[in-house]
Nanobody
Framework: QVQLVESGGGLVQAGGSLRLSCAASGRTVRTYARGWFRQAPGKEREFVSTITWSGGSTYYADSVKGRFTISRDNAKNSVYLQMNSLVPEDTAVYYC????????????????WGQGTQVTVSS
């Protein structure tokens, strides 16, 4: 019912920066938070960052803490991921998701996903 479109991926050298965007459109969904995940070839999808939609509280995986910054624009129904000091290990397809069900420890269910945008970091 909701469409998520990621953009901003590309090829960047180590130490560089990229800014990912995710715009949501279509039917409205209950949004507790928006998040970013990534999946490298041959690896399981992993959590990167999330931001609560109302309060704007942010959370990061240890691997990206201090380098990535998640932000949101509620009016634009968009979420962003500023990625700095990129390293080859950041190479992955990055996915935007909408948390539609909150849980005691955070999000219980990400009910909508984008198709992903490729981020490639060369050494």
């Amino acid at each position: 019912q909701v469409q998520l479109v990621e953009s901003g991926g590309g090829l960047v050298q180590a130490g560089g920066s990229l800014r990912l965007s995710c715009a949501a459109s279509g039917r409205t969904v209950r949004t507790y938070a928006r998040g970013w995940f990534r999946q490298a070839p041959g690896k399981e999808r992993e959590f990167v960052s999330t931001i609560t939609w109302s309060g704007g509280s942010t959370y990061y995986a240890d691997s990206v803490k201090g380098r990535f910054t998640i932000s949101r624009d509620n009016a634009k129904n968009s979420v962003y991921l500023q990625m700095n000091s990129l390293v080859p290990e950041d190479t992955a397809v990055y996915y935007c998701a909408v948390c539609t069900l909150a849980g005691a420890l955070g999000c219980s269910h990400y009910g909508a996903w984008g198709q992903g945008t490729q981020v490639t970091v060369s050494s």
